[in-house]
């Protein structure tokens, strides 16, 4: 066996399906097992993935992605492990482009890529977000981010991390995680660009920054634990730490602006300034990434401007959040 594919899965009913088939559709000269780990599911997913027969079944209570795929790695007779989602479909040369950067012996880890076909607004957004984040980690030559819907490691490294972190309850940043504490002891990972993994992203405005909320929740966690990556990773623009900073010190300035025109104050004026220069600033560190979606679609190129002002409000909010559950909810 050369390789061992393991998908988590919860209440997928709908997507296992099309997800095994698109692995047993691959393109490869490798023996690969398929591992399906049913986290509990109320629906039919253990029965739709048991029906294949090139694909082994292990179910557990339900407890989180993290949980599913450490068992997943436990159990794999390879000694290259491969994660993807319940949701993904894997381009037929995904396999190959995957285990391709393992012929170099220092590389540990192999990052695959997103991509999606959807004609919403939204969903083309976030596709053309990622990729510009795709852009930023094909500059440097090993990364420090890997993203679970299509992350391989060698088997032997993974164990000797212990895995994903199984405190993470959730989708939440497990995968982020591991690749820090990893990267951080100088382990390497490649970006496999032609890696191609199919996705479907949010569609509504409102669950994308529900999203984006959550992730800053967690992301508390994940920097209290890997503190040395605050500062930068190969995945997270740097304009994004800038943009919130400036947002939140023209919120302040505002408030600071109505509070002394209440109280009959009269330098009420430069508040009211800075608050409009700090918002200014923020719009401004929007303009590399309007004009890199505008690219691809004008609409798109419009739309970065007023959804980057609120998915940095929304963040900050998630931030905060996690901030507060960090320190006294524990």
């Known amino acids: ?34 591992i399906v780990v049913d986290d509990g599911s109320k629906d039919k997913t253990a029965e739709i993935a048991g029906s294949f027969k090139k694909a082994r079944l292990l179910r557990q209570k339900n407890s989180g992605p993290a949980v599913a795929r450490n068992n997943g790695a436990r159990q794999a007779k390879a000694p290259v492990i491969i994660f993807t989602d319940s949701d993904c479909l894997l381009d037929e040369n995904w396999l190959e482009e995957m285990i391709l950067p393992f012929k170099n012996l220092k590389v540990a880890g192999v990052q695959g890529k997103y991509n999606s076909s959807q004609k919403e607004l939204m969903a083309r957004f976030v596709q053309r977000e990622i990729e510009e984040r795709y852009e930023q980690m094909k500059k440097t030559e090993f990364i420090d981010f890997m993203g679970s819907y299509s992350a391989a490691f060698r088997k032997k490294d993974f164990l000797a991390f212990n895995g994903f972190d199984e405190s993470f309850p959730m989708a939440s940043g497990e995968d982020t995680d591991l690749s820090f504490r990893m990267s951080s002891k100088g382990l390497r990972f490649k970006f496999a660009e032609k890696a191609i993994v199919w996705h479907q992203h949010p569609k509504s405005f409102l669950k994308y920054l529900k999203t984006k909320f959550f992730r800053a929740f967690w992301r508390v966690k994940l920097y209290n634990k890997n503190r040395s990556k605050i500062a930068k990773d190969s995945y997270t623009p740097q304009f994004i730490k800038f943009q919130i900073g400036f947002l939140w010190l023209s919120i302040i300035s505002i408030i600071a602006f109505w509070a002394s025109k209440m109280f009959g104050l009269l330098q009420f004026l430069p508040f009211a300034f800075l608050s409009a220069i700090f918002l200014l600033l923020c719009i401004a560190l929007s303009l590399p990434k309007a004009e890199f979606m505008a690219k691809k679609q004008v609409m798109l190129g419009i739309a970065a401007f007023p959804i980057d002002f609120l998915v940095s409000f929304a963040f900050s909010l998630g931030l905060l959040a996690g901030t507060i559950k ?5």
């Not at 050369?2 to 000269?29: H, M």
């Not at 960090?326 to 524990?330: D, M, Q, R, S, T």
């Open 1 to 34: 066996m050369d390789v061992s594919i393991i998908i988590p899965a919860f209440n997928a009913e709908k997507t296992i399906k099309a997800c095994i088939e698109s692995i047993l559709c691959q393109k490869t000269g490798k023996k690969f097992e398929i």
């Open 326 to 330: 960090e320190a006294f909810l524990k």
